[in-house]
């Protein structure tokens, strides 16, 4: 495993929820985590990211929808995502770049 393994991906309906989780193999309380996600065919875009101060972040596409949180106790940072859309379908990945970290992806399907 690297040093960031994303779970909860799946497929649901529109308008269905999922929660993404990001575990980290040391702590990254102190740095930024984000979320990114590639649809075939297209270029990775930023979703969210939360800051070392738990300041948050949202793409336009996504506000009001998705919530980013840390779990410091647990390594995890986690992405609630609701209201979900057919074209939020696409691979995610969690990232601390300035770690130079990066999660192998985690697959979301929604369907009409």
């Known amino acids: 495993q690297g040093p960031l393994v994303e779970s909860g991906g799946g497929s649901v309906q529109a308008g269905g929820s999922l929660r993404l989780s990001c575990l980290a193999s040391r702590s990254t309380r102190y740095v930024a985590v984000s979320w990114y996600r590639q649809a075939p065919g297209k270029q990775r875009e930023w979703v969210a990211s939360?800051?070392?101060?738990?300041?948050?972040n949202y793409a336009d596409s996504v506000k009001g929808r998705f919530i980013i949180s840390r779990d410091s106790a647990k390594n995890t940072v986690n992405l609630q995502m609701s209201s979900l859309k057919p074209e939020d379908t696409a691979a995610y990945y969690c990232?601390?770049?300035?770690?130079?970290?990066w999660g192998q992806g985690t697959q979301v399907t929604v369907s009409p």
């Open positions: 990232a601390a770049a300035v770690l130079g970290y």
């Open positions: 939360i800051a070392s101060d738990s300041t948050t």
